[in-house]
């Protein structure tokens, strides 16, 4: 069985025993003379992957598909898929980044952890990961637009960014202070885009 599937994290298609990963939108399912299914580069058709029989298909939680064309159907999905959120940077961790943290650039393309008692990383707090990032992995960071996690219980009104990249409803009275995000309902936050200032020392 293979398995072809998006990932949310890399924004790319994974075909599972493949030596490469795959941009969204490169990729393209066709059905062969025998009816089973190619699937192959949009600009190079000679490199391709197949054929595969629907039966030796399936997502990214191993379930198989009822006939071809569901299969196609499934491909033709995954091959289209964009991020479902507007604003994302796309980061290698430089520590490891718990889900829902506030995080800064630490070099060219990196991130790590924001902290309002680092009067350094005022200027350059990016966003908040998406998901946990492992050190040297590649992940999502999110820049604007709704965040919602099931497990928060926010009070409306603004949210500050706290030590280690938490959130905090509460200013912070030494270091700088940055509001990151408003609350929207108790399980999501409307992330913004406010200067910070700094406190006195």
């Given at each position: ?18 030596l ?9 399912a ?56 507007a604003?994302?940077e ?63 219980a ?6 500050f960014?706290?030590l ?38």
């Amino acid at each position: 069985m293979t398995a072809i599937y998006y990932d949310d994290n890399d924004d790319r298609i994974i075909i599972v025993g493949a030596l490469q990963t795959y941009a969204p939108r490169t990729l393209r399912a066709v059905f062969d003379a025998a009816g089973q299914i190619m699937v192959r580069l949009k600009v190079r058709a000679s490199n391709e992957f197949g054929p595969f029989p629907y039966s030796d298909l399936m997502d990214a939680n191993g379930q198989g598909f009822a006939d071809r064309m569901a299969a196609m159907a499934y491909l033709n999905s995954v091959f289209g898929r964009r991020p479902s959120y507007a604003g994302v940077e796309r980061v290698i961790a430089d520590e490891d980044l718990g889900g829902h943290r506030v995080v800064r650039i630490s070099g060219a393309g990196r991130a790590a952890y924001a902290s309002c008692a680092d009067a350094e990383h005022a200027e350059f707090v990016i966003g908040m990961t998406r998901t946990a990032i492992a050190s040297g992995a590649r992940g999502l960071v999110s820049t604007q637009g709704v965040v919602e996690e099931p497990s928060w219980a926010w009070e409306l009104g603004p949210l500050f960014l706290g030590l280690s990249g938490l959130l905090t409803p509460n200013p912070p009275t030494s270091g700088f202070v940055l509001r990151v995000a408003t609350v929207v309902t108790p399980t999501r936050i409307m992330l913004v885009h406010d200067e910070p200032y700094l406190l006195a020392s």
